[in-house]
């Protein structure tokens, strides 16, 4: 995705979005972003602020 307000509208639009450079799949649930490391995982409370471009550039919906 080309910019952080990009991603942050996917996931408060329920799009799941899936990082190219960690295989993290992440998720807007009931307000908050959530990850998980494969389909069957479960999915944790993640701590990421799309702060710094690698962390949206390598997001894909």
């Known amino acids: 995705m080309q910019s952080k307000d990009e991603v942050l509208?996917?996931?408060s639009e329920g799009k799941e979005l899936y990082?190219?450079?960690t295989?993290?799949?992440y998720s807007n649930i009931n307000g908050k972003l959530h990850y998980?490391?494969?389909d069957k995982g479960e999915w944790q409370a993640?701590?990421?602020l799309f702060d710094f471009p690698p962390?949206?550039?390598n997001m894909k919906a």
């Open 9 to 11: 509208n996917a996931l």
């Open 19 to 21: 990082s190219t450079a």
């Open 55 to 57: 962390s949206w550039l």
């Open 36 to 38: 998980k490391n494969s």
């Open 23 to 25: 295989g993290l799949r």
């Open 46 to 48: 993640s701590e990421l």
